[in-house]
Nanobody, 125 residues
Framework: HVELVESGGGSVQAGESLRLTCATSGYTDTNFCEGWFRQAPGKEREGVAAIANDGSTTYADSVKGRFTISKDDTKRTLFLQMDSLETEDTAMYYC???????????????????WGQGQQVTVSS
């Protein structure tokens, strides 16, 4: 079965960086879209970033230029490098995968069947 295990969350000051990691297993479908979404208390889920099988990436406007999604196919690992963190980035972050077309963070957030347990990211001013 599909399993996603995130790590790397924590508490930082505004302007600092964190890298989230998602170890994946249980699927071999090369058409899977992989990505991250987040949810802050009292707010809707927000798609953050997505990466397609061909390596193409898309980002939410709110994180564009600050966050970078990448993957290591040999290690079956997904990453989210978060730089220049802002207090508004505080949320629980989840990695998610599924066969989603188009592969973008909005579509993945709305149409995924597999997600991890989440990592808390807290950014203070």
């Amino acid at each position: 079965h599909v399993e996603l295990v995130e790590s790397g969350g924590g508490s930082v000051q505004a302007g600092e960086s964190l890298r989230l990691t998602c170890a994946t297993s249980g699927y071999t479908d090369t058409n899977f879209c992989e990505g991250w979404f987040r949810q802050a208390p009292g707010k809707e889920r927000e798609g953050v970033a997505a990466i397609a099988n061909d390596g193409s990436t898309t980002y939410a406007d709110s994180v564009k230029g600050r966050f970078t999604i990448s993957k290591d196919d040999t290690k079956r690992t997904l990453f989210l490098q978060m730089d220049s963190l802002e207090t508004e980035d505080t949320a629980m972050y989840y990695c998610a995968v599924d066969r989603v077309i188009p592969c973008d963070p909005v579509a993945l957030t709305l149409n995924h069947n597999y997600w991890g347990q989440g990592q808390q990211v807290t950014v203070s001013s």
